[in-house]
């Protein structure tokens, strides 16, 4: 069978949750038995999210191939349970980079290369090579930005045109919009879906089905209106309202009938979800017995997105033991000059520090680390936070004037050092040592209780333990649990005497689902709720 397409624009604003319709509108289409998987086209030049700042972007969510890409492929992997691959993220700069390359190599010789055909081809050919490569029934595309963008347009040219050529039985445009109510009047106001649907047919897409995101159920009213101006049959206007977790919104989509109208557009024979345990496994995100309080303490807390995955993580397993997980976002800063305000930290169940790069707020994520260590409060270290609880060991345990080389060059004791590999790169795109590696685990050692022997984890650091050291630390009491390529590098860390106090040079929130909270996380959420 050829691979349909539904294709997810968004109008009125950004951050209306595109990403949640894409991945409930996938979730659906998995639970109704298909092969699906999504694809996130962003516009912004750069060649993926790896070189951008996470508190003006959001996470860099990496894939096990190694792909540095936008967070909302985090959100696909999390609803549909798929490992995906750096080619479903497309941004413009990985198609201008492949259309000028081919152009350098004489592949277009005496044409002229332009936006269109040869950038859209590019976008189409990208899209379908993917979909036919890993054998999709369904691709549920998510086109990034909102539409009237300069950005975006050859992307929506290319979409519109795959309509044309795949035809309309094999390709579908949902489109989100807002209905917002303004406080005084109390009704919702239609219009801003009716000019977004506007914009979007002006360049030739007509949406066949509208998700309209609002506070309330959207009114039978609203939804008339909408349907009226729109031309989009009033059963395809779906509301989108406030759900009590993301991941209700499957459910919320279907009880309006949403993939029966897909399945009628598309022709699918497969037109009813078989629940199975997801809705069990999405009540759990709002039915709670208590609380857990973790201090998440890291550099880039000013936006929560930065560390958006590590928040899933840890509400899965708070969903998975019945406790809501209250995340505080702590600057690291805070703590680099006064001990007093560290102790605010005993007020937390649990600490956490996430990844991080570079020296500011570096001496108050040690100080973190080593507090939390002296105080018996579980704690779980990732990336940097494995890296700098090392700094902290060697540092106050062992007495080493000890740092990461990438915090202090001429440190005397380099516990934490470049790998050697990385010496000689000067690029810093796609340069780290990145996505999946597997782990060995060490038996006897509270890694080996949560994984077994054998791990599969992802990653993305330049800097790592220097086995130098293994002996010092070693006899001190802090033990190197698990290890990759042979024993070179050092992946988890624990120690035996504390409570919990466990770190990983992986980063362990990229691998955890609703329902199958990934372990490390697991294990410290259940610490910090008997703490
Ligand atoms: N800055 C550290 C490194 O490059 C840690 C990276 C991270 O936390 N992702 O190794």
Redesign the pocket.
Known sequence: MQSKFIFVTGGVMSGLGKGVVTSSTAKLLQLAGYRVSCVKIDPYVNYDAGTMNPVAHGEVFVTDDGGECDMDIGNYERFIDTSMTKDHNITTGRIFLDVIRKEREGKYLGQCVQIIPHVTDAIKENLRHTAESEKLDIMVVECGGTVGDIESLPFLEALRQMQMEDGRSNTLFIHVTLAPVLDVVGEQKTKPTQHSVQELRRIGIQPDLLAVRCKMPLSPDASRKISLFASVDQKCVISCHDAPSIYKVPEVLESQGMLKAISERLLLKKSRPTWGDWKKIADSFSKYDGKVRIAVVGKYVTLPDSYVSVYHALSHAGAGIGKKVDVDWIDSERFENSHDKLAGLKDYDGILV?????KRGSEGIIRTANFARENNIPYLG????F?LAIVAFARHVCGLAAN?T?LDADVKDPV?DF?PEQRNIHDMGGT?RLGGHDITVLPGTLAHRLYGSTVRRRH?????FNLKYMDTISKAGLVMSAHSDSGRRMETLELPSHKFYFATQY?AEFSSRPGKPEQAFDAFVRAAARS
């Open positions: 996430p990844g991080g790069f570079g990732i990336c940097f936070g890296q990461s990438e934490v790998m780290m993305r650091h330049r800097y790592e980063h």
